[in-house]
């Protein structure tokens, strides 16, 4: 079990660029998550797999992002246009069946400049 | 929709005693966990609470669920040092396959000597 892997870990970038962050999940998960989270508050959902569907989408998501899950195995999450407000740590998590806990990876923090 | 609510938010703790963290949700759930981030770190399951009346231990944690009273608790038995950090729970929405998380905003412990 080598944990879930993100990367980059860390992504400085101008406004109004593209940026895109990968995630490695657990090998035997086949579910995996994508939330944000910002300085002193709890981690937002943004969108869910399973396998290589994503079932779920949150509304609180503009048309900027964008996921996949080609293959069901790892996951790409891309923001076009980044603004300002993007700015936040992106983690990634994945889980196996329904009674256990979601692992999350390091997550890759993400500065607008 | 599924709201989280933990208090307090801030703790500082002596160490020796013992302390409760509680967290409300808003609507059914069908489970509630703990999990803990360290400064600059990712998020580290603690416990997954199934049912009503479940009680799972480790270490000086002790967390329960009282799926009635929609309220779950996390007691710190003994406080020291190694326990500050953040931390959260997070419930899932009784709706479908999906098992993302609605998070609590965090309790954030410290441990004073």
């Known amino acids: 079990d080598t944990g879930v892997s993100q990367d980059p870990r860390h992504k400085i970038t101008k406004r109004g660029q593209n940026v895109t962050f990968r995630c490695d999940p657990i090998?035997?998960?086949?579910?995996l998550y994508w939330y944000r989270q910002t300085l002193g508050q709890g981690p937002e959902f943004l969108t869910y797999?399973?396998?290589?569907?994503?079932?779920?989408k949150s509304r609180l998501l503009s048309d900027r992002f964008s996921a996949e899950r080609p293959k069901g195995s790892f996951s790409t999450l891309e923001i076009q246009r980044t603004e300002q407000g993007d700015s936040a740590m992106y983690l990634c998590?994945?889980?196996?069946?329904?009674?256990?806990?979601?692992?999350f990876g390091d997550g890759t923090r993400l500065s607008i400049l | 929709e599924l709201k989280v609510e933990q208090n307090p938010l801030f703790l500082s703790m002596q160490e020796g005693k013992n302390y409760t963290i509680y967290c409300n949700y808003s609507?059914?759930?069908?489970?509630l966990y703990w999990y803990r981030q360290d400064p600059g770190k990712s998020l580290e399951s603690l416990f997954v609470?199934?049912?009503n009346g479940a009680v799972k231990q480790e270490g000086r944690l002790m967390a329960s669920l009282d799926t009635k009273a929609r309220l779950s608790t996390l007691h710190i038995t003994a406080a020291v040092h190694d326990l500050s950090a953040t931390y959260f729970c997070?419930?899932?929405?009784?709706?479908?396959?999906?098992?993302?998380?609605?998070w609590g905003l965090g309790t954030s412990l410290g441990v004073n000597p």
């Open positions: 998590a994945s889980s196996s069946t329904v009674s256990q806990p979601q692992h």
């Open positions: 090998s035997e998960h086949n579910r």
């Open positions: 797999f399973q396998n290589e569907a994503q079932l779920e």
């Open positions: 609507t059914t759930s069908d489970r």
């Open positions: 609470l199934l049912s």
């Open positions: 997070a419930g899932e929405p009784n709706a479908g396959n999906n098992r993302k998380l609605i």
